[in-house]
């Protein structure tokens, strides 16, 4: 049996305490602090963003995005970026173009 350098250990000790960007839906509903089933109601709502285009999986940063501008944090914010984000994202969806 082949045993580990202290290297190796270390690298995969450093990558297990790197939070992922990428989330799954139970990760990402935690991260909220909310069920999975509140999660997709959120999603439903339009109150956080739905899953990376052709992935299962939540940006993390797009989440902090929308909550940020949900709760008031960052008056800067007023909601445009997370809106010119909905708005590609609808028209993808419908196949008609974003109004900018």
């Known amino acids: 049996m082949r045993r ?6 270390a690298i995969h000790r450093v990558i297990a305490e790197v939070a ?7 990760q990402a509903a935690a991260y909220c602090g909310i069920g ?3 999660f997709t109601a959120w999603i439903r709502r339009g109150i956080i963003p739905g899953p990376v285009s052709e992935t ?4 993390r940063k797009a989440i902090d995005a929308a909550l940020d501008v949900l709760s008031r ?3 800067k914010l007023e909601g445009n970026a997370f ?12 196949g008609g173009s974003p109004s900018r």
């Open 4 to 9: 580990k350098n202290n290297k190796t250990t």
């Open 56 to 59: 299962h999986r939540f940006d």
């Open 83 to 94: 809106d010119r984000w909905k708005a590609r994202r609808h028209a993808r969806q419908t």
């Open 36 to 38: 999975t089933t509140t």
């Open 20 to 26: 992922p960007r990428l989330l799954t839906r139970e």
């Open 73 to 75: 944090i960052d008056g």
